[in-house]
């Protein structure tokens, strides 16, 4: 059963840049890595997918390795509004899409 | 595209009530499924659906039915509801690119059970 791991919690200031890095050590040869972002009463926003090498769009960029066994979100320059919490998705057995625990990001000005 | 709806946006039950949270999706995708999330926890699959007439069992099914009869709903029942299922349901629904989903989320309804 695919799972994903990540840390509970990271702090940053306005301006920096956060790399949030997920463990999927079962990621299935098929599978894609997905990651979202969720506000307070909110359901989850997706951000970004990938299934190797970089990736990069107008918000963040997904770094994933060649044996594909981790990945790194990257958030460019925060601000405060990027507080949230972040997750990193992977495939169970079949369609299962089963999110991790999540990390929670708290930018400080 | 009103994207994915969710109906109640709030609920309160009494244990041993059943009731049916609604979800419809205007955007055709393949791919359903049903999550909640308790406070200040992640999210936990309960059903998915990876189309019509086609469902199956997340990490924790119990007490809880889905079906699929129409691309658009994917209802979710509870069945003899229970405190134990308090919590923040959101529904999801994604296009299905043969291994990539983009799931779209619905707003959420609030489910309390006294």
């Known amino acids: 059963l695919a799972k994903t791991t990540q840390p509970i919690s990271m702090d940053s200031y306005e301006g920096q840049e956060v790399n949030i890095t997920c463990s999927h050590n079962?990621?299935?040869?098929?599978?894609?890595i997905t990651w979202y972002q969720q506000f307070p009463s909110q359901g989850p926003r997706f951000i970004i997918q990938?299934?190797?090498t970089k990736v990069t769009n107008e918000v963040a960029s997904l770094f994933i390795p060649a044996d594909r066994k981790s990945s790194t979100l990257s958030l460019p320059r925060v601000s405060l509004s990027d507080t949230a919490v972040y997750y990193c998705?992977?495939?169970?057995?079949?369609?299962?899409?089963?999110f991790g625990g999540g990390t929670r990001v708290l930018v400080k000005p | 595209n009103a994207g994915v709806t969710q109906t109640p946006k709030f609920q309160v039950l009494k244990t041993g009530q059943s009731m049916t949270l609604q979800c419809a999706q205007d955007?055709?995708?393949?791919?359903m499924s049903w999550y909640r999330q308790d406070p200040g926890m992640g999210l936990r699959l309960i059903h998915y659906?990876?189309?019509?007439?086609?469902?199956d069992q997340g990490e924790v099914p119990n007490g809880y039915n889905v079906s699929r009869s129409t691309t658009e709903d994917f209802p979710l029942r509870l069945l003899s509801a229970a405190p134990s299922q308090t919590s923040v349901y959101f529904c999801?629904?994604?296009?299905?690119?043969?291994?990539?989903?983009?799931?779209?989320f619905g707003p959420g309804t609030r489910l309390t059970v006294t």
């Open positions: 999801a629904s994604s296009p299905d690119r043969g291994g990539s989903y983009e799931q779209y």
């Open positions: 079962n990621i299935a040869t098929n599978d894609y």
């Open positions: 990938g299934y190797k």
């Open positions: 998705l992977s495939q169970a057995a079949g369609n299962k899409l089963t």
């Open positions: 955007m055709n995708h393949e791919y």
């Open positions: 659906s990876v189309g019509a007439g086609i469902t």
